[in-house]
């Protein structure tokens, strides 16, 4: 028979090891249960600043090492590296001096992050650019080994650290505020310590600024009766969001189609591809609900890292509303320092010209050669004949500098560098677009469906009929707008011109997560390959024979998800200030109200629950 200390060893045992299939996440019990206890603890000196940013800083180290293991030793790392680099180049006088602390302080940053995420990818590159056959070697493992004297950790596979890119950026953004002096460098090892590792917000972010955070460490703590009701909402929202959103559209029809498209309808295909739209924002969206809900019940105020962003008119647009933190990261410290509006810089050409000419030797296809030389030859004769143009094409050159490089660092694949090229011409597109006259749209737009038709009949292929159909749908609504605009309706059918741009940026952008999502959740060593085929399987699903009267069977079947998908866009559509309404309304429900609220809430989302909770999507970035 079991006795007592046995059991209680069994606990702490449990407690305080690593389990790599049960990470610590939102959605479990055990989360809620840790979260008590530290806030249980937090609340006997959560106006003690310095013990209370200690002890978060601990807990933190102790969340993540309960997500990543031993992955904790590099979180510890990064802290203490760029405390003390930022404390160095502070005491630096001389420019030159204060530049070459700051560039080796990005060079350690970035050379981690590169090693861990794209030490796969690049290997890939090197061998197919040379002929080579390098491998992958992990120095960590064989380190840890050598300090062991043992084979305990495997020397030929390189995991991905859950998230590396979110607290690699975060302690990039504070080295970069010290330098440009928008904030003193943090003179407590535990306070920064604190700010690098908050554990709500460590793995999937929102990327939390220096300057907009760090002022917060030394705040005394506040948490009033109506900020207590929002952050409720927030967490109960998110795990809503999560659960009942994302995991079951994706389990019950999304990752059954992408896991084998050849075995569904191509109207299953498409459904599945505008599906994911929804799921990786309720995944990811939700995650965020939840960090800034949690961080709020603390005194902490995380920034916005979503603002209904399928409400986008345009694909920039949609930039500023969706991932809002990691945006404005890359616009301040990509976009900008590359020159931005401004002008180009020689970064801005090598990086485009690097990439270009990587991937077309690596598609050893000639109609991609022939592409890009097109691409470049209509640009360098615009800026000759067209000075004025200049200014355009070197703003829209940086920012698909930026979207390519954004696009990578979701993943170590091609495709994620292809789905950020795609973001980047639909922006450079709609702003080309946007100058043009109801007439010159009409009439671009109809050479193209008819060169698309041409090629359809003389050289059948799905992504031509896939092409063909939406720009015919596009020339229909932009036929309607010229007759409307003849007859003088501008003003009478803007909010139609609004309704029918946003759901063509909808459908762009959920057209280019069909690379994003393909890369997704695959090994490094086999990412490129296998998400490629998917993708392509995708489009020949999408673009092939299509049986009309298989759809409403398909919709009954699927008829759970299929409801819960159509009410997701609309709950996404509402009015923000309808929103704003209900949230404040949940706020202020009297303290027992909002408690059986809670319970009713929870009693539902669980319900939704699948047999394994599923990870969140972003932690793998």
């Known amino acids: 028979m079991t006795n007592l200390p046995e059991i209680a060893l069994d606990f702490l045992r449990n407690l305080f090891s690593f389990d790599k299939a049960h990470p610590l996440l939102f959605t479990q019990f055990y989360f809620w249960a840790f979260f008590a206890l530290v ?119 390189i995991l991905l650290p859950v998230g590396i890119s979110f607290y690699t950026f975060q302690a990039i953004s504070y080295i970069m505020d010290v330098y440009r002096k928008r904030i003193e460098p943090v003179s407590n090892i535990f306070d920064f310590g604190f700010y690098v590792s908050f554990f709500p917000q460590l793995v999937a972010g929102p990327i939390v600024r220096a300057n907009e955070f760090i002022p917060q460490l030394h705040r005394k703590y506040f948490l009033g009766r109506k900020q207590f009701g929002i952050a409720v909402f927030w967490i109960m929202n998110g795990l809503a969001k999560k659960i009942v959103l994302s995991d079951y559209i994706a389990v019950n029809f999304i990752d059954r189609v992408f896991a084998n498209p050849l075995l569904y309808t191509g109207f299953e295909n498409l459904s599945a591809l505008f599906g994911y739209s929804l799921q990786v924002y309720a995944d990811f969206s939700g995650y965020t609900d939840i960090a800034i809900g949690v961080a709020m019940l603390m005194g902490f105020y995380l920034p916005k890292n979503f603002n209904s962003p399928y409400k ?9 509303r969706w991932h809002i933190s990691l945006s404005r990261w890359l616009q301040d410290y990509l976009y900008i320092p590359l020159g931005g509006n401004r002008n180009a810089t020689f970064g801005s050409f090598c990086i485009i010209i690097v990439i270009a000419a990587i991937a077309v030797f690596l598609s050893g296809s000639w109609w991609v050669a022939v592409g890009v030389g097109v691409v470049a030859l209509i640009l360098v004769l615009v800026v000759v004949f067209k000075p004025e143009k200049r200014k355009v094409i070197t703003t829209e050159i940086n920012r698909m500098d930026t979207m390519l490089l954004g696009g990578l660092w979701h993943g170590a694949s091609w495709n994620f560098m292809i789905w950020g090229g795609l973001n980047g011409i639909g922006m450079a597109f709609h702003r080309f677009w946007a100058d043009w ?65 946003v759901l063509n940026t909808f459908t762009f952008i959920s057209f280019t997560r069909l690379f994003f999502r393909s890369g997704s959740n695959l090994d490094p060593a086999e990412a490129n390959e296998t998400a490629w085929n998917t993708a392509k399987n995708m ?28 009410l997701g866009m609309i709950i996404h559509w509402l009015p923000e200030n ?3 309404r209900y ?25 939704f629950i699948t047999a394994d909770l599923q990870a969140f999507i972003y932690f793998q970035f």
């Open 539 to 566: 489009v020949n699903q999408i673009g092939g024979h299509w049986r009309l009267e298989q759809i409403p069977d398909i919709v009954y079947h699927y008829r759970s998800v299929f409801i819960l998908i159509v």
């Open 437 to 501: 006259t109801v007439y010159g749209r009409t009439l671009f737009i109809l050479a193209v469906t008819f060169a698309l038709r041409v090629l359809c009949v003389y050289w059948p292929q799905p992504v031509f009929n896939m092409l063909f159909v939406w720009c015919f749908i596009v020339l229909s609504g932009n036929m309607i707008r010229l007759l409307y605009n003849l007859f003088g309706g501008q003003k009478a059918w803007r909010w139609l011109q609004d309704v029918w741009a």
């Open 39 to 157: 806030f249980a603890v937090f609340c006997i000196f959560k106006n003690k600043m310095l013990l209370r940013n200690t002890y978060l800083f601990f807990v933190s180290l102790f969340f993540y090492y309960k997500t990543s293991g031993l992955f904790v030793l590099i979180l510890v790392f990064i802290t203490l590296y760029n405390f003390l680099a930022a404390k160095w180049m502070h005491s630096r006088k001389k420019d030159w001096s204060r530049n070459g602390v700051l560039a080796l302080s990005v060079i350690v940053n970035l050379s981690l992050l590169c090693y861990f995420k794209y030490a796969y990818f690049l290997t890939d590159v090197v061998n197919s650019l040379f002929g080579l056959d390098f491998r992958v070697f992990d120095v960590f493992s064989w380190i840890g080994n050598e300090i062991t004297k043992s084979n305990t950790f495997s020397v030929d596979d």
């Open 312 to 320: 986008a008119k345009s694909p920039a647009e949609f930039w500023k």
């Open 583 to 607: 949230r404040i309304w949940f706020a202020k429900m009297p303290l027992l109200l909002m408690v059986l609220a809670c319970v009713l809430i929870v009693f539902v989302i669980y319900q």
């Open 578 to 580: 309808f929103k704003r």
